[in-house]
């Protein structure tokens, strides 16, 4: 850890530590369920979900060491028991137990918008107070707001084809 990490924070760096380590949470079920339904997917468009679905999960696991960095950096420990992964969750998880495009498709849809909201309410605390992760939420976020639109995208494409 830096000498300097915790003093530029203009807040209780135990809570950024908190609201890391729930959203570290969120980002490794999210993981789990881009990866674990991208494995049982089937149905119509099932190649293309399946493409978007790993890109995502490639992109939430990155995600999650993002924000690991950020808590080790902050002098914190990221939640080292996966059975806490659940407790911690913000947004939680669904399993895929309907492996059709629309209903995997519906349900990824719906972690993003959690995510959407966990990570605005996150920017909202940090602004002015903490710009480091705030910067790295944002960026975190405009990747959640993509993958939205990117799973919409494919909500259509069913739609369009009477799905």
Do not use: F
Request: proline share 2%; with cysteine.
């Amino acid at each position: 850890m830096g000498t300097r990490a915790k003093d530029i924070v203009k807040m209780d760096v135990e809570k950024v530590i908190e609201m890391l380590n729930k959203a570290y949470a969120d980002e490794w079920l999210a993981y789990y369920q881009y990866w674990v339904g991208a494995k049982v997917v089937t149905g119509s468009l099932r190649g293309i979900a399946e493409s978007e679905l790993i890109e995502h999960a490639t992109e939430e696991l990155g995600h999650a060491e993002m924000i690991a960095e950020r808590i080790i950096t902050l002098g914190g420990t990221p939640i080292l028991n996966p059975d806490d992964l659940a407790k911690m969750s913000n947004c939680g998880y669904d399993a895929p137990e309907d492996p059709s495009v629309k209903a995997i498709v519906q349900q990824n849809v719906k972690g993003e918008q959690c995510a959407i909201d966990v990570y605005n309410k996150m920017l909202e605390v940090l602004k002015d107070k903490d710009e480091v992760t705030y910067k790295m939420i944002l960026d975190i976020l405009e990747d959640e707001l993509e993958h939205e639109q990117d799973l919409q995208t494919i909500m259509e494409d069913l739609k369009s084809m009477g799905k």
